[in-house]
Nanobody, 116 residues
Framework: QVQLVESGGGLVQPGGSLRLSCAAS????????MNWYRQAPGKQRESVAT???????NYADSVKGRFTISRDNAKNTLYLQMNSLKPEDTAVYYC??????????WGQGTQVTVSS
């Protein structure tokens, strides 16, 4: 059974940093592209970063230069390093497994709140 478990969220001040982790199990992690999504209240869920199985990365314009997505295939773990956080980054952040057939899989989400 596929499992994606996020951790590392919390309350931080503007300009602060957080590192989110996603522990993956139940599939061959190294074969899958992965995403971090986020959803703020009243807004659509959006992809903020993606990483291919090869390690190529892409970012939403809103986080480019501030966030870094990475993966450790030996640990079956996905990371999102978030620096220079802004209040508009406040959202629930989700780990997502991309698949070639059918829909992907979601973690349960972790809350990130950026406020003074």
């Amino acid at each position: 059974q596929v499992q994606l478990v996020e951790s590392g969220g919390g309350l931080v001040q503007p300009g602060g940093s957080l590192r989110l982790s996603c522990a993956a199990s139940g599939f061959t992690f190294s074969r899958h592209a992965m995403n971090w999504y986020r959803q703020a209240p009243g807004k659509q869920r959006e992809s903020v970063a993606t990483i291919s199985s090869r390690g190529d990365t892409n970012y939403a314009d809103s986080v480019k230069g501030r966030f870094t997505i990475s993966r450790d295939n030996a640990k079956n773990t996905l990371y999102l390093q978030m620096n220079s956080l802004k209040p508009e980054d406040t959202a629930v952040y989700y780990c997502y497994r991309r698949t070639m057939i059918g829909n992907g899989d979601w973690g349960q989400g972790t809350q990130v709140t950026v406020s003074s």
